[in-house]
């Protein structure tokens, strides 16, 4: 029933999750929620900077560090921490001092009763909803948001073009995302509250979308997946992606999401700098480079972009 697996597409797909597995031995060695040495405000520590487990994750992250070493603010990174219940947890410890967040999932994640759904309502409610001691900064106008994907034999199977039309046929498909998608608001809750959607059966993957999820939606294994709308995987593939008339997935704009007490106002100015730079575009390109055929490393390639953008000499 599935989309046929080329040999091609096998290929790709192999060296990306060779890739994506690769990704967690890119930091300096550390254990991801090790804390810094020396990481207590005011004593000239350099600033961590901590990604998901995903590659535009650590991709972003690379950004801000090498941005931040640019214009003389020390900084690391700690990519392939995990999902955002245990990077918010990271930062609240010490463990990170600032990580890239998207702005509607961050606000679901803090307000379990949030309805903001535009980029505009979903900032102007975001900061007062953050934990004590974070703070969000400007949000880039680059935005990756979840969404749901079919193979071209699945979507002509059932007619879907919509979130609405696989509510209807929900209970004939196997859903594949990730495991907190079950509790979280925009995920499994939201499908059934505003599509009707219950899926005859769940599978969660946890490369966040990534070759893995992507061979199971090729493999038949599974008809519906959760892939980010930036992944070069959906092009590569031929996959459609469902519309979202009710906007079960709300706006997810990429902001940094900081420790009050380690981010000071030079650190915020540079962050903000990038995040005026950075498009959507920007995010779909990175991508490719890394998951992608020339499996570019993530540092290689955030460099090259500051470097297009003059944020880096």
């Known amino acids: 029933m599935g989309f046929p697996f080329k040999p091609s597409r096998l290929a790709a797909l192999a060296a990306g999750a060779a890739l994506t597995l690769g990704l967690g031995a890119c930091s300096s060695g550390a254990e991801p929620l090790a804390k810094p040495s020396s990481g207590s405000p005011g004593t000239g520590a350099p600033l961590v900077v901590g990604s998901a487990n995903f590659p535009e994750s650590q991709i972003l992250a690379d950004i801000y560090s090498g941005a931040l070493n640019a214009a003389g603010i020390s900084a690391s990174t700690k990519p392939n921490i995990g999902s955002r219940e245990v990077y918010v947890r990271a930062l609240q410890d010490g463990s990170i001092d600032l990580v890239p967040d998207y702005s509607g999932n961050l606000l679901r994640y803090v307000d379990k009763n949030a309805t903001a759904v535009s980029a505009e309502d979903v900032m102007k409610d975001l900061p007062g909803k953050l934990p004590q001691g974070l703070k969000v900064l ?3 106008t680059a935005e990756d948001k979840d969404s749901i994907v079919v ?12 979130l609405a039309d696989l509510g209807k ?15 979280r608001p925009q995920g499994l809750p939201g499908l059934k509250a505003k599509y009707g959607c219950v899926p005859g059966q769940f599978l969660p993957f946890s490369d966040g979308g990534g070759p893995v999820t992507v061979k199971a939606l090729l ?12 992944s070069p995987l959906i092009a590569q593939n031929h996959l459609l992606t469902l519309e979202d008339p009710a906007n079960n997935f709300a706006a997810q704009q990429v902001v940094p999401l900081v420790r009050t007490d380690r981010v000071d106002s030079k650190a915020a100015e540079v962050l903000n700098k990038v995040s005026a730079s950075l498009t959507t575009g920007d995010l779909v390109k990175l991508n490719d480079q890394v998951s992608g055929s020339s499996k570019q490393n993530p540092e290689d390639a955030a460099a090259a972009w500051l470097k297009d953008k003059g944020l880096i000499q």
């Open 169 to 183: 046929v929900c209970d004939k498909i196997t859903l594949g995302m990730p495991p907190e998608a079950q509790g």
């Open 151 to 162: 193979t071209e034999a699945t979507a002509a199977k059932y007619g879907l073009k919509t």
């Open 138 to 140: 400007n949000a880039s």
């Open 219 to 230: 493999d038949d294994k599974i008809q519906a997946a959760d892939v980010f709308t930036t």
